[in-house]
Each structure stands twice: as C-alpha cells, then as structure tokens.
C-alpha cells in the first residue's frame, strides 16, 4: 500500500458516497445512468469473486464488500425506491455494445486462461468503459448537477491515482500488470474531457452545462 | 509482472 494506492481508494469510495448521498438527499436519481451502474455492479461482482479463494487483508476484503454492497444498494435506489425519478428516456446507451466486446477481448488478451482470471479482466476491461453511458447522458442532457459533477470527478480521479500508483510499484518493487495499466489509461483518458470542464467550470461556482 | 500472484488491488 503506498499512498497514491490508499489516496485512488479513497477517492473511488467518496464516488459512491456522493453518488449515495445526492439520490438520497435529493429522493432522485435524475441525471443518472442507471447503465452506467449497473456495469459497475457487473465489474464489482466479476472482479471480487475471489473474495471466496483467496484472502490477501481486512482491508481488502472490506473494501471489496464495500464496493459490492453499495454498487447494489444504487440499483435498488435507482429501480425500485426512486425509479419515477429516472431518466430513462436519456439514458439510452446500449450496453451490450460494451459488455460483448470486453468479454471477447478477455478471452483474447489474459494473464491466464482460466475461469477467474478471465472474468478478473473482463471486469478491468469493462470498467475503463463503464462510464460512458453516464459521459452520454451528460451530453444528451447538456448539463449536470453540481454533486453529479463532483461524483464523477472522484470517480475518474481514482483510477488516474492508480496510474501513479503503478509507477510507483514499478520502480519500488518491480510490480507491473499491463493489462490494468492499459485499461487504467484508457479509463482516464475517457475523463479528460469532463475534468476540463471541472476545472474550468464547476471549480468556479458554475454548473457544468455543454455548450449548445 | 503479477501473472502468477494475486491481484491484490481494488
């Protein structure tokens, strides 16, 4: 554990939080993919599944159920308790477009051709694109809110303090996996766009609205 | 490479 490791972790969990809290506080999920999230509770679930082989920290393990039981928890909120409130008609990614070829793919380009492995990097190959139903909907709408704004940029953060976390463990120790860092910067490249308009806009006070 | 370890980030 180093600390741009613990710093990418940390950001990841105050994502779901902020997503939390702004469904809650505001009893709606409007601007919100519901596609976007249930691609994440797919990455969670085929990622963590060796929370049942292999045991590696508390840490680890509580993270894990974390990230499981919250990514769930946003889907009951979005589908049943507050589903009038979803946007339905703007999220209209098709995510099959998406879950296809990164299972293809994994079975393609792995460290290993096993069962575990495989669903291991399908859920890596999948994250890094999984936020792009949620990228569409910002842009069909032309605008988010301010806490949606902010959950997106922890959510992109995180994965770009993995980048400086494999750097790190890469000189420190000699660990490297290409398959994450590939997928990692992939993933972060797919926020650039939006940490601009972050920075130049909702940093100001400004609500993040695209251009007509 | 982590090949054969576990994965043991997040």
Known sequence: ?212 | SSTKDAHDEL
């Not at chain 1, 950001?11 to 691609?39: D, E, N, P, V």
């Not at chain 1, 988010?144 to 995180?158: D, K, P």
Request: proline letters at 2%; glycine letters at 4%.
């Open chain 1, 1 to 212: 554990m180093n600390i741009f490791r613990l710093a990418g972790d940390l950001s990841h969990l105050l994502a779901i939080i902020l997503l939390l809290i702004k469904i809650w506080k505001t009893r709606s999920c409007a601007g919100i993919s519901g596609k976007s999230q249930i691609l994440f509770a797919i990455v969670y679930v085929s990622r963590y599944l060796d929370l049942v082989t292999t045991f590696i920290s508390v840490y680890n393990t509580f993270m894990k159920l974390v990230f499981i039981s919250t990514s769930v928890a946003t889907i009951y909120l979005m589908y049943v308790k507050f589903k009038a409130t979803y946007d339905h008609n703007h999220d209209s990614f098709r995510i099959e477009f998406l879950l296809v070829p990164c299972f293809l793919l994994a079975l393609l380009i792995n460290n290993a051709f096993t069962p575990l492995e495989i669903l291991w990097t399908f859920s890596i190959y999948l994250e890094a694109v999984a936020i792009l139903p949620q990228l569409f909907l910002v842009s069909k709408t032309g605008e988010a809110e301010s806490i949606t704004s902010h959950y997106l940029f922890a959510l992109g953060s995180y994965r770009a303090l993995y980048l400086l976390n494999w750097i790190y463990r890469y000189y420190a120790e000699g660990h490297y996996d290409l398959i994450a860092i590939f997928a990692g910067a992939i993933q972060t490249i797919l926020y650039c766009d939006f940490f601009y308009l972050y920075i130049t806009k909702v940093l100001k006070g400004k609500k993040l609205q695209l251009p007509a």
